[in-house]
């Protein structure tokens, strides 16, 4: 099944699909062993900076064969692409989906980027992802009047033919500095608006009962990156501290295995799994 069809069925369902960002094999190993166990679907997630570590070819063909590996259902996403031939270069790797953010860029220039790459995806019939509205990155301070408007948000989507939007309503990007304040009455009217499914960016350190509730409300993606890496090296460091290992085949899998633990909790949260009334 194509990605845009699957998030279509989990808009129509109530439920969100948890989108991870990977970084090597052992974070990638996590994130699928999670998947694997819970027979559930999964976006794997890459950003620019992965791209440039791992390079485009490797991080490629690395997610396939663990797809593969793991006999997990799961597509390939390209997190916060900053320009079209970025994007070009992940579709004609074989992505399945590219993000463009055009988002601190003026309105009719997020328009006009956007507009591009969907032209380009529609080559590849692959799902093109926006952001409308400031969320804030990391270092950045959060703003309010960033927020995503729902009728903004309905013109983008007219003016782009975007499958997903992610939208601001009070996420950040990184850690958190205290509990976030998520606009639910913002994101529902957007919701109610725009007929596509929408994307929560920032899902790491969101409260479960706050991201349950933005699910109720109309999210069908939801990005986590943050907490994996942290979750990965605060046990890699555990490890290496209480070790003299130099093996790091040795060293790594428990590492991996806090990826797979944390993986296996959102992915119950965000599928609805521990839906509770």
């Given at each position: 099944m194509k990605i845009k069809q699957k998030l279509y069925q989990f808009k129509a369902e109530g439920r969100a699909i948890l989108a991870a960002n990977f970084y090597n094999f052992e974070t990638l190993s996590g994130i699928l062993q999670a998947a694997h166990e819970l027979n559930e679907p999964v976006m794997l997630q890459l950003s620019e900076s992965s791209i440039r570590y791992l390079g485009l070819h490797v991080a490629t063909s690395l997610?396939?064969?663990?797809?593969?590996?793991?006999?997990?259902?799961?597509?390939?996403?390209l997190d916060h692409g900053s320009s079209p031939e970025m994007a070009e270069a992940c579709?004609?790797?074989?992505?399945?989906?590219?993000?463009?953010?055009?988002?601190?860029?003026p309105f009719e220039e997020n328009i006009r980027i956007t507009?591009?790459?969907?032209?380009?995806?529609?080559?590849?019939?692959?799902?093109?992802?926006?952001?409308?509205?400031?969320?804030?990155?990391l270092g950045q301070e959060s703003d309010n009047d960033g927020f995503t408007?729902?009728?903004?948000?309905?013109?983008?989507i007219s003016a782009t033919g975007i499958n997903t939007l992610a939208v601001a309503i009070g996420t950040a990007h990184g850690f958190y500095k205290e509990e976030p304040k998520l606009d639910f009455e913002r994101l529902g009217s957007i919701a109610a608006i725009t007929?596509?499914?929408?994307?929560?960016?920032?899902?790491?350190?969101?409260?479960?009962?706050?991201?349950?509730?933005?699910?109720r409300r109309g999210i069908t993606k939801v990005n986590l990156a943050t907490d994996?890496?942290?979750?990965?090296?605060?046990?890699?460091?555990?490890?290496?501290?209480?070790?003299?290992?130099?093996?790091?085949?040795?060293t790594f899998p428990r590492a991996t295995e806090a990826v797979k633990s944390l993986i296996i909790n959102k992915m119950q949260l965000v599928s609805m799994m521990q839906l509770e009334f």
């Open positions: 997610a396939r064969a663990g797809l593969e590996q793991y006999e997990v259902e799961g597509w390939l996403h579709l004609k790797a074989g992505f399945d989906s590219v993000m463009i953010d055009g988002s601190e860029k507009r591009k790459v969907v032209q380009m995806a529609a080559l590849y019939d692959a799902n093109v992802e926006a952001e409308l509205g400031f969320i804030p990155k408007s729902p009728q903004q948000a309905f013109d983008f007929p596509i499914p929408l994307v929560l960016h920032g899902g790491s350190g969101i409260p479960d009962k706050m991201l349950r509730e933005a699910i994996s890496k942290n979750a990965f090296m605060k046990e890699l460091k555990n490890v290496l501290f209480n070790t003299d290992e130099i093996d790091l085949r040795k």
